[in-house]
């Protein structure tokens, strides 16, 4: 089966800019999890969408922001952009979104760079 | 809050080598942790995953445990390979997020 797919791969954006990053999850799967990933921070929690609900939020700036549509397709939004939101930032899809058997299954990330 | 910490954080090792990579967490109220591999600039595969009732869970040349009441997890890798260079995480599981480590940047000459 289809894996986890991210559109686009790579993105160069200026500040002040807006950008949009879409997640296709596993066919079936209906939660999908957002992460940044920074060489000096790691990867970090964005939010997580269930049935296109917001289910939780990490600890960044309300200029990102995302939604999930009935397709359980998710797009993440990041506006006003700044330099340092420049990261890879990478999908995640799970079945309901609780704990179980199969954990996460991540895509190949959006690289985002900002100039 | 929960905190993971990787220990080493990066480990340079002659091909055929046995090893180990270590995982700390700060709170063992967890529901599982997930170790996973990352080549440069790609996303992430999920090697093992270890439920928080597990002892220890095995695929191929890998093997992932777990002691929660001590907050620790260690991946070992039997007979290296340079195939294996990568970054290793470990990342433990509250309801719905993953909390992650540094990682591990393996490299394995051959």
Redesign the interface.
Known sequence: KAG?T?TPRYLIKTRGQQVTLSCSPISGHR?V?W?QQTPGQ??Q?LF?Y?SETQ??K?NFPGRFSGRQFSNSRSEMNVSTLELGDSA?Y?C?SSLN???D?????????T?LTVV | KQEVTQIPAALSVPEGENLVLNCSFTDSAIYNLQWFRQDPGKGLTSLLLIQSSQREQTSGRLNASLDKSSGRSTLYIAASQPGDSATYLCAVRGYSTLTFGKGTMLLVSP
Do not use: D
């Open positions: 986890v991210q939660s999890s992460y790691g990867l929690f997580e269930f289910r939780n990490g890879l990478l995640a979104g609780i704990p058997n199969y954990g996460y299954t991540f895509g190949s990330g690289r």
